[in-house]
C-alpha cells in the first residue's frame, strides 16, 4: 500500500497544500506554511461503506423555546452574551496579550460558582498557583472555583465527566491544548483545530458551557484557523489600549443574542470593574473650550454613548499632507474631508489632519460623520464648539446630512449628563426629550457657516470658504 503523501498547512488560516510554499495563496501571509502528516481516509478491506441513518424532517412551523441560560453575574458580560451562558454553547474569545482576558474570566467563573453552579478554569499556560495568586490579589480566594494545569484534551474531558455536571469550563487558551487523534505538534492549526472538535462534541453532549481563550496575531485578527471561528457559536473580541484603563468586550459574533452590544469594564487594581454609565466616563476628562473638540452622541446596540472625537488640522510641508486617525474609520475620514473641500470649500489638501476618539473606543455607525466634520472645520478655523452641545448624523457624498436612527436615546442621554443643545438632522422620531435646543442642520454647509460665524478667534468665512478670484 502507498504511504500517505505529506501535506502542507498554513498556520495562519488553514490553508492545505500539496507542496511547501513560501507564500500563502489564500492569507497572502509569508513563512506560515509548515509539513504535518496527512490524515486521509484509508478503506478497510473487507469492511463495506456503512450506509445512511434515515431521519424525521419536520414543517418549518411549530413550537419553539428560548435556549435556557444561566446569568454570569457580571452583568455587562451577560448584556454582550444576550442575557447570560446558554448550556451547551462554546464561546471562543480572544483579546491582546495582557488585555485582562484571564482576569475577566477568573471573575466570571467565581461569580457563577458562588450561586452553586460548578464552574472549572483549565490553564494551559500557568500554573495552579499562578491562577491563585491573581484570584487572591482580585480578593476571590475563597470562590468555589475548582483549578487544574492541564494540556492534554482527552484527560480534561475524563475529569469533567467525573462528580457532579460541571455548568462553566474556561480553557485557556485553546492553543495550548493538545489531543492524541491528531500528530502534529501543540499550537499548530490540526492540532488547534482537533482539540476545538474534542471540546464542542463534549459541550454539546455535557450541557456544559465552555470558554476557549484565543491569541491574537499582530493585526488583530484571531490566530488559529478560520474554520474555529466557524465551529464556536459565539466569538468575543476583549479590546483595549494598554495607554488606557478602559476595556471593551463586543460580540463578533452569536448565534443565541445580539452582536451589537458593548460590555464597558475599567482595569483597576482589584480586577475589571463594571461601568454602569459609560458616557460619564469616557467624558471625565474631556478639553473645555478647545478648538477641535466635539461630543458625539452615539449607539452602541442599544446602549447611548457620548464619547469625544478630537481634531487636529495643521499646515505641513510635506508633499503628501497626513492623514491619521485612530478610533474611527479611516475610508469615512477621506469621505467626509472631500465633502467639505468639495461642496463646502474647506481647503485641507495643504494640512495634516488628525482624528481621535477619546478613552479607547472606536467607534463603527456612520453617525459619526457630522461630529468628526464639526471636529476638523473648527480645528482648521480655530473655533472652540460649544462645550453643552452634541453632534450626530450622516453625511452624505451631496454634503446633505441624514437623520440617524434612535435620536430620542441620544438626546435623552445628553440631557441627563448635563447638555442642552444638540446639532442634528431633521428629528423624525416621537419621543424626543424638550430640554434639549435642537439646531437642525440639513447640509454641511449650514454646519461650516455656523462654525465660522461663532468663532471668536476665526478669521472670518475667507479663511474656510472657497476662493474664485
Sequence with gaps: MAKNAPSFICQNCGATFGRWQGKCESCGEWNTIAEEGAAADRAIPGRSARKGRVFALEPLTGETHEAPRMPSGVPEFDRVTGGGFVRGSVLLMAGDPGIGKSTLLIQAAAALAKTGHRAIYISGEEAVAQVRLRAERLGLGTAPVELAAETSVEDIIATMREGKPPRLIVIDSIQTMWTDAVESAPGTVTQVRGSAQALIRFAKRSGAAVILVGHVTKDGQIAGPRVVEHMVDAVLSFEGDGAHQ????????????????????????????EVANPSELFLSER???????????????????????????????????????????????????????????????????????????????????????????????????????????????????????????????????????????????????????????????????????????????????????
Aim: aromatic share 4%; proline share 5%.
Design 246 to 273: 478602559f476595556r471593551i468586550l463586543r460580540a463578533v459574533k452569536n448565534r443565541f443574542g445580539p452582536t451589537d452590544e458593548i460590555g464597558v469594564f475599567e482595569m483597576t487594581g482589584a480586577g475589571l470593574r
Design 287 to 469: 478639553d473645555l473650550g478647545s478648538p477641535g473638540t466635539v461630543v458625539f452622541a452615539g449607539i452602541e446596540g442599544t446602549r447611548p454613548l457620548l464619547v469625544e472625537i478630537q481634531a487636529l488640522v495643521a499646515p505641513t510641508s510635506l508633499g503628501t499632507p497626513r492623514r491619521s486617525v485612530v478610533g474611527w474609520d479611516a475610508s469615512r475620514l477621506s469621505m467626509v474631508l472631500a465633502v467639505l473641500e468639495a461642496h463646502c470649500g474647506v481647503k485641507l489638501g495643504g494640512h495634516d489632519v488628525y482624528l481621535n476618539v477619546a478613552g479607547g473606543l472606536r467607534i463603527q455607525e456612520p453617525a459619526a460623520d457630522l461630529a468628526a466634520a464639526a471636529a476638523l472645520v473648527s480645528s482648521l478655523a480655530g473655533a472652540s464648539l460649544p462645550p453643552e452641545a452634541v453632534y450626530f448624523g450622516e453625511v452624505s457624498l451631496s454634503g446633505a446630512v441624514r437623520p440617524v436612527a434612535q435620536s430620542a436615546a441620544r438626546m435623552k442621554e445628553a440631557a441627563k449628563l448635563g447638555f442642552t443643545r444638540a446639532y442634528a438632522p431633521e428629528v423624525r422620531e416621537n419621543g424626543t426629550d424638550s430640554a434639549l435646543s435642537i439646531t437642525t442642520i440639513g447640509n454641511l454647509t449650514d454646519l461650516v457657516a455656523d462654525i465660522a460665524a461663532s468663532g471668536k478667534r476665526a478669521r472670518g468665512p475667507v479663511r474656510l470658504a472657497r476662493q474664485d478670484g
